[in-house]
C-alpha cells in the first residue's frame, strides 16, 4: 500500500515538474532558430557599431577590415540588372610627359542597391471602330482576361498580397496601412476578396500538388491546429491542419521537396484515410494514433519518429535525476551520431551502414528497455515513455531496413513550422464557411511550394496567370510545367 502510494505521489511530482518546465521553462530540447537568429542580430549589430567607432580612430583597422569585407562577401546573383556607371580620368594626358595614356585594364565594384517597392497602373486601350456605311458595326479587340473580373489589381499585385500575407506573415490590416503610405487606398475587406477569390482558382494547383504527392513511394505527415471563428457562440474552435510533405534530398532522391497542407475540423483517424487515398509506400509520422486506420486500409507502412520517443525521456532527464532516462538519451544520441554520418548517402549506402552501426545499438537498447521496465512501477511517467517506445518498435526500427526513411519526423515539422508563426499573429484565423478554410490549405501549400523558387512573388504572379489564363505562350518557368500539364488536362 505504501509502495503504491509512493509511486503515484512521484508520478504526480514528475507531472508538476512538467507542467511547471512547459510553464516557465524552455518550450523546447534546444533554443528555437527564430530566437536564436533573434539574439544573434543584437549581438552582431551591437560589435559592427563598435568596429564603426574603432574605424573611425584607427585608418590602418578600417582598411583591414575594408579588406576583409571585400574577400567574403561573396558575389551578387547573376539574375539582377546590372545598371554601370563609368568613373573615368578627366584626362589622357600622361601627368609626367604630356603624351597620351591608353588603357590597360579596369577595376569593377558591385553594390547591392534596392528601389523600393512601387505601385503603376497599367491602362489598357481598346478602340472602337465602326463603318460609315453601316449604322449598326462597332469592332472593338476583345478585352484581356483578368484574374478578378471587374477588379483593379493585376496577377502580380495578387501575388504580393499573398506572399506578404502566408510566407511573411503580414495580416492584411498591416498590408493596408503599408500600401496607405503611397496614398493607395486598399480596404482590408477588398484585399480579403482578392485572396478569396485567387484561392478558388488555385484549387486545381493544389489538388494536383496532392496527388503528385501521393505517388511518392515515402511521405512524412503531421498535423497542427487552427483556430477557426465560430460565430455565434462567441468564441473560436480548433481546426486542424495536416501536413503531407516530401524531401529526398537526404538520400539522393530524383523528386523535388514539395509540402501540401488540409484544413479538417477535427483529427479524427478518417482525415488522413481520406486525405491519403490512393497513397501506397511508407509513411513517416509521430506516435499519434490515427495514422494507424491508414496503415490498416491502405499499403501502407508507418516509420514512427525517434524524436518524439526520445522527448518524453528528455522531460523525465530535465525535472531532475533520472538515470535511466539519462541512459537512454546517449543510446539513442548513439543513433543520431550514424545518422549524421550518412547523410546525403544513397538508400544502399545509408542501409548498409545502418546494418553495421545501428543494429547492434538497436538490438541492445529493447532488451534494456524491456528489462528496465519490469523493475520500476508502472504507474510512473518513466514507465509511460519506456511503454510508449516499446509499443511503436516495429515503426521506429523500420529505418534499419530502409535506406529512405529517416530517424525523425523533423522534416515535416519544419514546415509546419511557418504555420505556427502565421497562427501566433492570428493570421489562419479561418471563417467557419469551407471556402476560407480550404483557402488556408491551398495558399500554405502553393506559397510554400513558390518559397522553394529564385523569387516566390514572381513564380506566384506565374501561377496565378496560368489558371487565369492571361500568361503568354512560352512565358512559364520550369517549375509549373508539370501544374500546367494537370490544369490543361
Known amino acids: 500500500m505504501l509502495i503504491a502510494r509512493d509511486a503515484e505521489i512521484e508520478r504526480l511530482r514528475q507531472i508538476i515538474k512538467e507542467l511547471q518546465r512547459h510553464r516557465f521553462g524552455r518550450r523546447a530540447e534546444s ?70 595614356l591608353h588603357r590597360i585594364g579596369e577595376d569593377v565594384a558591385e553594390r547591392l542597391d534596392m528601389v523600393p517597392a512601387q505601385f503603376r497602373v497599367l491602362v489598357v486601350r481598346r478602340p472602337k471602330y465602326a463603318c460609315r456605311s453601316c449604322a449598326d458595326v462597332v469592332v472593338q479587340a476583345p478585352a484581356p482576361a483578368r484574374l478578378i473580373e471587374g477588379g483593379l489589381p493585376t496577377e502580380a499585385t495578387v501575388a504580393h498580397v499573398l506572399v506578404s500575407k502566408y510566407a511573411d506573415h503580414l495580416p492584411l490590416y498591416r498590408q493596408a496601412q503599408i500600401y496607405a503610405r503611397q496614398g493607395i487606398a486598399l ?37 497542427t491546429t487552427a483556430p477557426v471563428l465560430d460565430p455565434g457562440r462567441g468564441r473560436t474552435k480548433t481546426g486542424q491542419l495536416f501536413a503531407y510533405a516530401r524531401d529526398d534530398r537526404l538520400w539522393v532522391g530524383a523528386d523535388p521537396p514539395a509540402v501540401a497542407y488540409v484544413y479538417a475540423p477535427d483529427r479524427k483517424g478518417e482525415r488522413p484515410v481520406a486525405h491519403l487515398d490512393g497513397f501506397s509506400g511508407i509513411l513517416q509520422v509521430d ?3 490515427g495514422y494507424k486506420a491508414l496503415a490498416g486500409r491502405n499499403a501502407v507502412n508507418l516509420a514512427f519518429c525517434w524524436a518524439h520517443a526520445r522527448r518524453r525521456f528528455y522531460e523525465l532527464a530535465q525535472s531532475g535525476p533520472a538515470p535511466i532516462a539519462s541512459e537512454a538519451l546517449q543510446r539513442i544520441a548513439e543513433l543520431y551520431h550514424v545518422e549524421a554520418a550518412i547523410r546525403g548517402r544513397t538508400p544502399d549506402e545509408r542501409r548498409a551502414a545502418r546494418q553495421e552501426k545501428s543494429r547492434p545499438i538497436i538490438n541492445a537498447l529493447e532488451p534494456w528497455l524491456r528489462a528496465k521496465l519490469a ?52 493570421q489562419h484565423l479561418i471563417m467557419r464557411s469551407s471556402p476560407a478554410e480550404s483557402a488556408c490549405g491551398t495558399y500554405s501549400s502553393t506559397t510554400s511550394r513558390a518559397r522553394r523558387t529564385a523569387h516566390n512573388s514572381k513564380a506566384l504572379k506565374e501561377l496565378h496567370q496560368l489558371v487565369g489564363g492571361t500568361i503568354p505562350p512560352g512565358a512559364r518557368s520550369d517549375w509549373l510545367q508539370p501544374i500546367e500539364g494537370a490544369l490543361l488536362h
Open 375 to 426: 523493475l520500476i512501477s508502472q504507474k510512473t511517467k518513466l514507465a509511460e515513455a519506456i511503454r510508449y517506445a516499446l509499443s511503436r518498435w516495429q515503426g521506429l526500427t523500420l529505418f534499419l531496413d530502409d535506406g529512405r526513411v529517416e530517424l525523425d519526423n523533423n522534416i515535416v515539422e519544419r514546415s509546419i513550422r511557418p504555420l505556427a508563426l502565421t497562427r501566433n499573429y492570428a
Open 187 to 223: 480596404d482590408r475587406s477588398t484585399l480579403a476578396d482578392w485572396v478569396g477569390r485567387a484561392a478558388f482558382l488555385l484549387r486545381p494547383v493544389h489538388d494536383r500538388l496532392l496527388a503528385v504527392l501521393k505517388t511518392s513511394p515515402k511521405l512524412f505527415a503531421d498535423e
Open 287 to 289: 506516435g499519434y494514433g
Open 31 to 100: 533554443l528555437p532558430e527564430d530566437q536564436l537568429l533573434l539574439a544573434l542580430e543584437e549581438a552582431e549589430q551591437v560589435e559592427a557599431a563598435g568596429f564603426a567607432a574603432s574605424e573611425e580612430k584607427g585608418p590602418a583597422e578600417k582598411a583591414e577590415r575594408v579588406a576583409k569585407r571585400r574577400a567574403n562577401r561573396g558575389a551578387l546573383p547573376a539574375h539582377l540588372p546590372r545598371i554601370e556607371t563609368v568613373v573615368d580620368i578627366e584626362s589622357d594626358i600622361c601627368p609626367c610627359c604630356s603624351g597620351k
